[in-house]
């Protein structure tokens, strides 16, 4: 009976390893490049997106007007889709040098004009340090992990997560 007491919660605990775990548990490979440990970071944290999460499939990929592209994806597309993104959100922040993947994953989550500025969107905090030469980031990229002005858990876990695998010192 002891037994039985002392594993359940043994079990139930077991059941609730966040996202960050479940991505730095496996070791990464030699082959592994930093832009690899990125994609497999979006795909853990975007999950995978259906016609009923439209205009979003695969994983994440925002269907722009003119795609003839549906849900109906295979995996190995919707990978190839992903990087092909990735590599594009990178070459928009190159001039950030090691910080461009870093800066590319973030904007596939919250966008490219929340950083860069847009209209009457300024130019955010993060990107305006970068720019004078300070690579102190980490509290102005945890910063995005908020919906609506309140801290959403699973964000604020995503953006830690990211900046612990992505940030090169």
Known sequence: MR????????????LFITAESRI???PVEKKDSLFDVAV???KQFEGWHT??????IG?????LS?????ANLTEMQADSLLRSDLRKRCATFRKFGKDSLL????????????????GKIPKSRLIRKL???DRDIYKEYISFRMYRGKVVPSLERRRKTEFKLLFVP
């Open 3 to 14: 037994k039985l007491l002392f594993g359940i919660p043994a079990l139930f605990f077991s």
């Open 24 to 26: 730095s548990s496996r």
């Open 40 to 42: 497999r970071c979006v």
């Open 51 to 56: 016609a009923r999460d439209a205009p979003y």
């Open 59 to 63: 994983y994440g990929h925002r269907l």
């Open 66 to 70: 003119g795609e003839k592209l549906t």
């Open 103 to 118: 800066l590319g994953v973030l904007s596939y989550n919250v966008g490219e004009y929340r950083l860069l500025g847009y």
């Open 131 to 133: 720019e004078q030469g």
